[in-house]
């Protein structure tokens, strides 16, 4: 399929265009509380003039934060979804699909059972997450390179995917049923939201984050040569083992730190992705900044709306996202099944 974007000119135009329209996002989710609407003046007052009232504690302590974890969260996983679907030739594959999100909530329900409920502070449970979901993320590409051949192969990595983030929820289902006094304290690692969380946990993983979208950007040609086939690519020189080994590490840091702060968000792995190639094509110097701005837009978006959608209650982003992203999904799996019938 043709990219909807050709030249130069019109994808660096449109990428503008994407990065206003992330800043609208990140407007209405400074502005709109839900149960409160806030004016640009009290944001502004918030930070220049603050006097500890009310409004002010709302604006830095949650709106502010909510708004920035929902932006580097929604850009990672957008991110860390088109690496994975760029190694596995998958175009389904994200950090829910393969297990990440799973491994995260199994790590913290098994650092619960034993230490017990109210053991950790929130910073620690987001470091213990995202050493469960960097675990299971080399698990599941450890997997799928072995055998007898060469190398990953995408069905095998799906495969891998799918069986160890059925083996992790298994395993989080039977702990939470026998000690079912932690559901309190695993939701988050469950449903997934940008709610209630502050910048303290943000900064425990965002030289991760850092790390992984800069990493992303300088692996974005190499990604180019891979994307042509492993014959084509080791006939230019491209060491295949080390870059897919590289886009692993990125796909943990990434996808890691996301789940770990947010928990298990799902979907924009799969749609952001597909949606800068339907604009731009397969170029990964396009892909990566156009996954960051639409990435960051979307789950900015979803927050906001997800705090109108049942008033006075707020619906968690994670079931936000699954609203849109179960039909895409579904678009997506019947689009590829009649292209190859």
Do not use: C
Not at 209 to 222: E, F, R, Y
Request: charged share 10%; glycine share 10%; no cysteine.
């Amino acid at each position: 399929m043709n990219p909807l974007l050709k030249s130069t000119g019109q994808k660096a135009g449109f990428l503008a265009i994407g990065f206003v329209i992330m800043l609208i996002a990140a407007a209405a989710s400074l502005l709109f509380n839900g149960s409160h609407t806030f004016t640009p003046a009290q944001v502004f007052d918030a930070y220049n003039h603050f006097d500890g009232s009310n409004t002010d504690l709302i604006i830095r302590n949650v709106q502010i934060p909510r708004m920035t974890i929902a932006a580097i969260v929604g850009a990672s996983l957008a991110v860390a979804g088109a690496f994975m679907q760029a190694m596995t030739r998958n175009p389904l594959a994200s950090p829910s699909v393969m297990g990440i999100n799973s491994g995260a909530a199994l790590a913290v329900v098994i650092a619960l059972s034993i230490a017990g409920s109210g053991a950790f502070s929130s910073s620690q449970l987001i470091l213990i997450a995202f050493a469960g979901a960097a675990v299971t993320a080399l698990a599941v590409f450890s997997l799928g390179a072995a055998g007898k051949s060469q190398g990953e192969t995408p069905i095998r990595v799906t495969l891998a995917g799918s069986a160890v983030a059925a083996f992790a929820s298994a395993w989080t289902m039977g702990i939470l049923l026998k000690q079912n006094k932690m559901l309190d304290d695993i939701l988050l690692w469950l449903v997934g939201s940008v709610s209630g969380r502050d910048l303290h946990h943000l900064s425990a993983v965002l030289p991760y984050t850092i790390a992984g979208l800069a990493g992303a950007l300088l692996m974005a040609k190499s990604v180019n040569v891979l994307s042509m086939g492993e014959e084509t690519a080791r006939s230019l020189g491209l060491r295949i083992g080390l870059v897919r080994t590289v886009m692993a590490l990125l796909v943990v840091l990434l996808a890691g730190s996301s789940v770990a702060v947010a928990g298990p968000i799902a979907f924009v792995g799969v749609i952001i992705p597909h949606i800068s190639r339907f604009l731009i094509g397969h170029d990964y110097r396009w892909i990566i900044p156009y996954s960051v701005v639409l990435g960051a837009a979307l789950l900015m978006a979803a927050d906001t709306v997800s705090r109108f959608i049942l008033q006075p209650e707020e619906l968690p982003v994670g079931v936000a996202t699954a609203l849109i992203g179960v039909p895409f999904f579904i678009y997506v799996a019947r689009r590829r099944s009649y292209a190859q019938s």
